[in-house]
């Protein structure tokens, strides 16, 4: 399990994925009760988690073809 969490194509995923829940992250913060959760537009946030997700992969990918 370790040796495919090092792979680069894995890590730039992952990477990506964090770095598109940032982006929500201070949003969350202001969620006051479970409504706020449940209110909230978990379609474009799950969208943008995958957009995020393949991103990173793609960005591992073509670093790791040029290097």
Same mark, same amino acid.
């Given at each position: 399990?370790?040796?495919?969490? $090092?792979?680069?194509?894995?890590? &730039?995923?992952? @990477? &990506?994925?964090?770095? %598109?829940?940032?982006?929500? *992250?201070?949003?969350? =913060? $202001?969620? $006051?009760?479970? /409504? /706020?959760?449940?209110? *909230? /537009? +978990?379609?474009?946030? @799950? +969208? =943008? +988690?995958?957009?995020?997700?393949? &991103?990173?992969?793609? %960005?591992?990918?073509?670093?790791?073809?040029?290097?």
């Amino acid at each position: 399990m370790q040796d495919f969490l $090092k792979h680069p194509v894995v890590a &730039g995923a992952v @990477s &990506g994925l964090v770095g %598109a829940m940032l982006v929500d *992250y201070s949003e969350f =913060r $202001k969620w $006051k009760n479970l /409504d /706020d959760a449940v209110a *909230y /537009d +978990w379609a474009t946030a @799950s +969208w =943008r +988690w995958f957009q995020g997700l393949v &991103g990173g992969a793609l %960005a591992a990918l073509g670093y790791g073809a040029v290097v």
